[in-house]
């Protein structure tokens, strides 16, 4: 078995994965929600997982086992292989950002976008040592940084009910101890992941923790 790699408390981490590989994503806490992108790298042009294309391909906004999740030209990112928690994640926020916390009076806090952009910087500048120029998330990652933009992510572990009125509110992950999703890369993709910061709502249970996650063959 591969040892865990801690993504620590209100950090990012990320994991090259090859078609047929997994990657395991686990809350030691049972309260620590992971937020999650993926961007195919076999492309020709920037590309990226697609929670609103996802939506509609699967009819719904509640993941499960066996579910595909697509990117915006619906071409096969990830699959859920399996999942040990109560099954509620959410396809629906944003990831939090900074001006989330400054609406919100709390400048200068961490976010989950800005740990996404930590991360892709991270990689595409491996690329460039390794003199792979021009790459097409080398694109994106620009993009993100020169419009403020972040894809939707896949919010694990986020437990969001919707209201019969179609009110959105932000409860405790429905999670115990050591749950965890498994993920099974359909094309060659870098997952980025984010243990969310947020510690003013009741998203990470009030009190952020680490994540953790392991790439399966």
Not at 69 to 84: K, N, P
Request: glycine share 8%.
């Amino acid at each position: 078995m591969p040892t865990p790699t801690t993504i620590p408390a209100r950090h990012g981490a990320h994991a090259l994965l090859h078609p047929g590989q997994s990657i395991r994503i686990t809350s030691p806490s049972g309260h620590q929600v992971v937020d999650l992108w993926a961007f195919p790298l076999a492309v020709s042009t920037p590309s990226f997982l697609s929670m609103a294309q996802s939506r509609s391909r699967l009819s719904s906004i509640r993941p499960k086992v066996n579910d595909t999740f697509v990117d915006a030209r619906r071409r096969a990112v990830l699959t859920m292989i399996e999942d040990s928690s109560s099954g509620v994640h959410d396809m629906l926020f944003p990831p939090c950002d900074k001006w989330r916390y400054e609406e919100a009076g709390a400048e200068g806090h961490g976010s989950c976008a800005a740990n996404l952009r930590t991360e892709l910087a991270a990689f595409t500048a491996k690329l460039r040592l390794q003199g792979e120029l021009g790459s097409p998330l080398m694109e994106l990652e620009e993009k993100i940084g020169e419009w403020g933009w972040t894809p939707e992510p896949l919010n694990l572990f986020m437990n969001v009910p919707v209201g019969g009125d179609g009110g959105l509110s932000v409860k405790r992950p429905a999670c115990t101890e050591g749950n965890y999703v498994v993920l099974r890369a359909e094309t060659e993709c870098l997952v980025v992941m984010s243990a969310c910061p947020n510690d003013l709502l009741d998203t990470n249970g009030g009190m952020p923790g680490d994540a953790e996650f392991e790439v399966l063959e």
